[in-house]
């Protein structure tokens, strides 16, 4: 969190972008280290089976809606981060590249994250389903009984590490840059207040493991009777996902109606053409496959 809120401080050339320009290689290197790792050392053919076989019974309405808030969550769609890096943006830059880009490049990364972490699992009969104590309980124990296993666990940790900071970074800055923007303080207070607000919440997220193991707060739930402060927290942020949606559906109506015509296609630098196709989208076609995404997941 310290290193976070001294990246965000520094603002966004100074601070965010140099440290991106060195975080994402190294975690595309570690990435592709780490995928050759696994497909030589687990099960290559059961990972790529698991990850790209069609599986009708699995397409049901409810995937559907954890899928569209996964994949707002993965780029930040309906969090506010998207527009508050592209309010930085100078008019030069074409954004629909950027966001072709951006698209690319982050289903290309969560493919190559699948084949670094399942050929593991499955080789080492894990499950795949088993959330946190996958990552911080079971792989280790995997990697321990591995060639190279040290090696190997030094790498996913320190991917894991470049993959959160680089997350961090992100959410951190959308509240710097509001308060910034309505109290007037400097970057470096307002970092400095919120990042210290965010690491006193998660202490108790690690005390969670020790000293308030016992202690349930929705213990009178019979959901969540056993739940620790963690596992109600994990539980909110896979709650999440499928809350995502609304933001994008609240951001899809502000685009569509709200925001007056041609602005957009202004900003975007869209020729008339696309633009009136981007604006009937927003419009109707967008909210409409959200609503009813959303709708059909309690059915």
Known sequence: MTGTAAIVARGISRGIEKAVTVLMPVLAAL????????????DLGAALDFLFRLNTQKLTLNAALEALGLGFFSI?????????YAAYSGREIR????????????????????????????????????GPGLVFITLPIAFAGMPLGTVAAIA????????????????????????????????????????????????ATVLSFNVLAHWH???GLESFAG???????????????????????ALSLFAGWAIPEGVIGSALLL???????????LHYIAPCGIILTMLASFF
């Open 76 to 84: 930040g769609v309906g969090m506010g981060l998207m527009i508050t």
């Open 217 to 219: 707060p929705l213990a």
């Open 227 to 249: 739940a620790t402060l963690f596992d109600l927290l994990d539980h909110a942020t896979s709650s999440l996902m499928q809350m995502l949606p609304l933001g994008g559906l």
């Open 271 to 281: 020729p008339r053409a696309p633009a009136l196709a981007l604006r009937f989208t």
């Open 31 to 42: 990435l592709i280290a780490l995928a050759a790792y696994s497909a030589l050392e687990g």
């Open 95 to 130: 954004l629909t590249g950027v966001v072709l880009i951006s698209v690319l490049a982050d289903t290309g990364i969560s493919l190559l994250a699948g084949i670094a972490i399942f050929p593991i699992v499955f080789a080492h009969g894990l499950d795949t389903a088993s």
């Open 156 to 203: 996913f940790f320190s991917l894991l590490f470049v993959a959160a900071l680089s997350s961090a970074i992100s959410m951190l800055e959308v509240v710097v840059a509001m308060l910034v923007q309505r109290l007037g303080w400097t970057r470096l207070t307002i970092s400095s207040l919120v990042a210290t607000s965010c690491f006193l919440a998660g202490i």
